[in-house]
């Protein structure tokens, strides 16, 4: 199988290892190099508390030239105050050391536990260790990939090939979960690495539009994290020649993005903590598509919705309930809800169904809930995953 | 022990019986009676999707007069067209039959599962039965309060006395929870009686303001049903002189409203679906008050802060995490954090602090987390309750 890993891409060399942030002695520390110096655009957290390694890696997102990456699983360096920032410093300034660049050169995410400060110390050793053991190989990349992971229950990784002027492209990417996630503007931890020759304003463009339209769709929690930090690199080595306008080899990269991201947030979804099923909420006929975003973010963020998803259970009234709460106007009279392609209620009517239908269809692994708001022609859709005991579970003991 | 219950107060006959609505054989009907006739006020969902019942309610609390209130669990004739329009139309008329007053002098409620048209033949014989076996008795208070619980474990009632120029007046009510419990005007099924004499207007106002202090200061997972209601009714027997403005008298009948409601709130909280603790989350230092109840509600509705109570875990950081998301601003320099009375994070630094005397705090039937934003004085507070495995359950299996 091909290297799906974020080294598949030319130009990129990585570690993942173990350095003893994590009490379970799993992976916890990674760096990704780019010797010839990547082009890089990076997306964050809006939430107004945030770690001091999106503090720094938001500035250093501003050179033109990143020679590396250095990311933490197992604290999330948030709410450390004044040493939390020295750390952050500190860890792009050794990881510039090791990599013969300077610190506003290296970019920084970190994730985990909120309000401890780093264990420095073994982070100091992790990163001596990882400068020195960088490689291009797929094993390298899967490494990394569970080097950011926290209660994700397996490495997320993705990779897309396309051709530009005939030359090969390659575009892959690694996420983290699983859960606080619903965010807003950015998500989780995500890298993303390519070999496309671009302008850093494409690239900047690119992303963007990226995770709003896939990780972005996702919500386990509705919880936006502190520490929503996703960065994509450019080694610029595929051998195209250099795209600086939004033509038809942006357009292909920027769809083969799309769907790497897509594939990432399905990925995510898929391992949700405690969850058994995803589904996909689609809204139509809303005024405006912000309205139908706002509805079908309501309906993936509603306790009730994800415990009946989580039950097998067509509880359509929950999602009428969901959409009349939010801010997105609708029309009583024609609203409309469809489970799949089996309508429940049209117009505001209930529609006599077989119910052992509807709950096959919620009891799959996926299925797509679909609302007519009844008000115009502008639609969104949103990515949710059942709620479940295990959620309850994980989140009630993971601090101690 | 006093009478606690709606029938409390002078001049309100009741009863609740059980007429086959909920398959269980529980008790899932009531009436109550002011042969004087009955002052009401009310408050209602702001859902945009809304129950039959609120439909036809919200029109009758015009009246000058109300002689009756019929109320249903099981089933909330919500999402059920012009069949449950009817419905509602038809519980009030034969309600005022049996009552000898006018349809539009009866008020309504129904509680239970959306989407599903209400059983008229279970219902008529309920109401046949419940008109001509009311009683004044603590015993028929009582089962009303149970004959409106739908997955509450036990009825709710609580009643206050005072003196207006040298009468007793007393207040009492029933109330309703345990899930859905999110609103945003009023809350859930609330039914509040008194003999105090006062105007309508009056009436209106200590309705609005108390259920704006208490039952719409809790939150138990952030859901606004869109059956809420909440109604006032005084029989003015009390014999006080009409208070007809806002007066001393006002003033001290609002306090034992608002006392009573909270006592109401509280209960709610306590008995909420599977929750085995709650807290209050109390917001100072905000910019306006508006903001401080955003931040506070933030709070008391993060499902991550909620499993943490859940495990008795002081993970303080998904506090912070949760004010940082809302939109409330935020001084990040100034931010501080207390548990109960323990300070876990002062101006934007985390405290070194005893994480077993932490533990214990967070792990109390109730316990207290102050924030103070560092931007003004403004201030506000809000209920929350613990998610639990046990609230996955109970909504998992709902419906079927």
């Given at each position: 199988m091909a290297n799906q890993s974020i080294t598949a891409p030319k130009g990129f060399q990585v570690k993942g290892l173990s350095c003893g942030i994590k009490q379970s002695g799993n992976l916890d520390l990674g760096v990704i190099y780019c010797a010839t110096g990547a082009k890089a655009a990076a997306v964050f957290t809006t939430n107004q508390v945030v770690s001091s390694a999106v503090d720094v890696c938001r500035e250093h997102t501003k050179s033109a030239k990143i020679y590396g990456v250095v990311a933490n699983s197992g604290?999330?360096?948030?709410?450390?105050g004044k040493q939390g920032f020295k750390d952050a410093v500190s860890m792009c300034r050794m990881t510039a050391q090791g990599l013969a660049c300077?610190?506003?050169?290296v970019l920084l995410a970190s994730t985990g536990i909120i309000g401890h400060v780093l264990p420095m110390k073994a982070i100091t050793s992790g990163i001596q260790q990882a400068v020195v053991g960088l490689s291009y190989t797929a094993k390298a990349g899967l490494d990394f990939a569970k080097a950011i992971m926290?209660?994700?229950t397996k490495p997320k990784q993705a990779s897309r090939r396309i051709k530009i002027a005939g030359k090969d492209v390659t575009l892959a990417g690694t996420v983290k979960g699983a859960g606080m996630i619903g965010p807003n503007m950015a998500t989780t931890l995500c890298f993303l690495t390519t070999d496309m020759a671009m302008s850093k304003s494409l690239l900047n463009k690119a992303i963007k539009q990226a995770i709003g339209n896939s990780l972005n769709k996702l919500t386990v929690d509705g919880h936006q994290s502190t520490n929503d930090t996703a960065i994509l690199l450019t080694s610029g080595l595929a051998g195209n020649p250099n795209v600086t306008r939004q033509d038809a080899h942006f357009a292909k990269f920027t769809k083969a993005l799309n769907d790497l991201c897509d594939d990432l947030a399905r990925q995510m979804a898929l391992d949700a903590?405690?969850?058994?099923r995803m589904f996909k909420v689609v809204i139509t006929g809303a005024a405006t598509q912000v309205e139908a975003a706002i509805a079908a973010r309501a309906v993936a963020d509603y306790d009730l919705v994800k415990c009946a998803v989580n039950g097998g259970d067509p509880n359509w009234g929950r999602i009428i309930c969901a959409v009349g709460s939010s801010k997105a106007r609708l029309n009583p009279d024609k609203l409309t809800c469809k489970l799949d392609r089996l309508t429940v209620f049209r117009h505001g009517q209930p529609v006599k169904c077989d119910v052992k239908q509807a709950s096959q269809i919620v009891s799959k692994s996926e299925h797509t809930i679909t609302v007519n708001l009844g008000m115009g022609k502008a639609t969104d859709f949103c990515y949710g995953v059942d709620l479940t005991r295990d959620y309850v579970t994980i989140n009630a003991d993971y601090h101690t």
């Open positions: 604290n999330a360096n948030t709410c450390t300077e610190p506003a050169q926290t209660t994700d903590e405690g969850a058994t």
